[in-house]
């Protein structure tokens, strides 16, 4: 089920809201609503497989507490177990395929054995209950009772693309959060603008991308993709992807609150970063957080005497996000190419060499955008065409009659999408708040929520005429 859903928007979100607090003389009674209504979310798109992520609930809660009960050999060996069987599962829906494939005849024939639908969210929650059980482990999370790990795991808002939460930053909320009109009303307002970025922005910018794409694709290799409209199409891509992503973790954030759960924060307007060491401090902060505190600083981080270490550690951690995005040499080579440009910036001293704060920004736009159509690409050989066509390579021409009449249907999505990649809303805020008492405070306070409902009832009407809705890290 996704939150840019009717079923979601109009049954599913008002029921469960509505019996959250009718339940409100017990948090206990709550959380037992909230799981249950998390595995109803899951098993609405997964009746099958939501039986794996119960296994995985169940698997990790014995064995942390087992751990925690454990002497410090058994400790080890337990967490080694539970490292294996929790990538084993990721493998075997994930990665299998794409292995044995590579393996001549004998392994494709394996591979089409191996041909299961991938667990929608399964990379989001196996990566959780990996963090509760090494944090068991080192001892800075108490091993907690199945029922708590099973909320913590399933929680419907983060369960599907995150934020990938840390229970230690959850823990205490579980038992002990309190909600109120404030947390509710900033919620839903934080649900409405990602319902917004999502349907309104999102979706108008796929439609554009996929077309692009789709005439660079394999098999239509007679089709002419002239550079500006290749250019076009990776633009419309690298602002698809955020205003996707972006607006589900706004969702999740808002529902979060909604229920008196306060989530990390997943994105920090990245498309104003000028470098790609800040531009991945602000793009999925909770995976780049999990990457940091559970592989990169074990192995040693930047804190070792060897600086080939370093590069090694930098190395491994760029490999497997590619890997962790999915089975397809587009994705590892996209994480290495990250890997070198950090590498690049890192032993350059980027920041001080680079000192004009447009080239720095031109530069990391330049490159992210080139790096989304191979991250976007069906495979390298799409890849490959699609980034020779931006540059004229392949005898396309420049001008495109089809550039321009998405660019005129376009206009105003276009327009909006440049000026939300920017703080400019925050800065709004910001300076509202500080003028309290002035006559724009309160026509603001009036004209917002009348927005606020005209949003969301434009963005129903569009769900319920059936448009284009795809979600991209549905696919994780």
């Known amino acids: 089920m996704l939150f840019s859903s009717i079923p979601f928007i109009l049954y599913f979100l008002p029921i469960v809201f509505l019996g959250y607090y009718i339940l409100f003389f017990s948090r206990t009674l709550q959380n037992i609503w909230l799981l249950l209504a998390s595995l109803f979310f899951y098993a609405w798109g997964e009746p099958v497989y939501v039986f794996i992520m119960i296994g995985s609930i169940l698997f990790n809660s014995i064995i942390a507490l087992f751990i925690d009960k454990s002497n410090s050999s058994a400790k080890k060996a337990l967490l080694v177990i539970a490292i294996i069987a929790n990538i084993s599962v990721l493998f075997v829906f994930k990665y299998a395929g794409f292995i044995f494939g590579l393996m001549g005849t004998w392994g494709e024939g394996i591979a089409s054995n191996l041909d299961f639908a991938l667990p929608v969210g399964i990379s989001f929650y196996t990566f959780q209950a990996l963090s509760y059980v090494i ?13 708590y790990v099973g909320l913590y795991i399933a929680f419907f808002p983060q369960l599907i693309a995150g934020p990938i939460v840390q229970y230690n930053s959850i823990a205490d909320q579980i038992r002990n959060r309190k909600s109120n009109f404030n947390m509710v009303s900033m919620g839903i307002s934080r649900f409405c603008v990602g319902l917004g970025k ?48 972006s607006a589900y973790s706004d969702m999740a954030i808002g529902l979060g609150l909604c229920f008196g759960f306060r989530l990390p924060e997943n994105f920090n307007y990245p498309y104003i970063a000028d470098s790609v060491t800040d531009f991945w401090k602000r793009w999925h902060i909770s995976l780049t957080d999990w990457f940091r505190y559970y592989v990169y600083f074990p192995l040693g981080g930047n804190r070792v005497t060897n600086k080939d270490f370093m590069v090694r550690n930098m190395f491994i951690v760029w490999l497997l996000t590619g890997i962790w995005h999915g089975a397809n040499w587009t994705f590892i080579i996209w994480g290495l190419f990250y890997f070198v ?78 000026i ?51 979600f991209i890290y549905f696919n994780f």
């Open 135 to 147: 944090d068991v482990y080192r001892g800075t999370t108490k091993a907690e009772n199945p029922f």
């Open 198 to 245: 999502k349907i309104l922005l999102s979706n108008s910018f796929a439609a554009i991308a996929d077309h692009v794409f789709e005439m660079s694709a394999i098999g239509v290799d007679t089709v002419t993709v002239p550079a500006a409209l290749a250019w076009l199409g990776s633009i419309a891509y690298t602002l698809q992807i955020f205003f996707d992503f």
């Open 341 to 418: 440009l950090q590498l690049f910036e890192r032993f350059v001293d980027f920041d001080s060499v680079v000192t004009n704060k447009f080239i720095r920004h031109i530069y990391t736009l330049f490159v992210v955008n080139i790096l989304w159509v191979l991250f976007r690409a069906d495979d390298l050989y799409q890849a490959g065409r699609f980034i020779m066509n931006m540059f004229g390579i392949n005898n396309n021409g420049f001008f495109s009659n089809l550039a321009l009449i998405f660019v005129k249907e376009n206009i105003v999505f276009f327009i909006a999408g440049i």
């Open 420 to 470: 939300f990649c920017i703080p400019v809303i925050p800065k709004l805020n910001k300076w509202f708040y500080n003028h309290q008492k002035t006559g724009a405070h309160t026509a603001y306070t009036i004209v917002y929520p009348i927005a606020m409902i005209a949003m969301v009832l434009v963005c129903i009407c569009y769900l319920t005429s059936g448009s284009y809705n795809p």
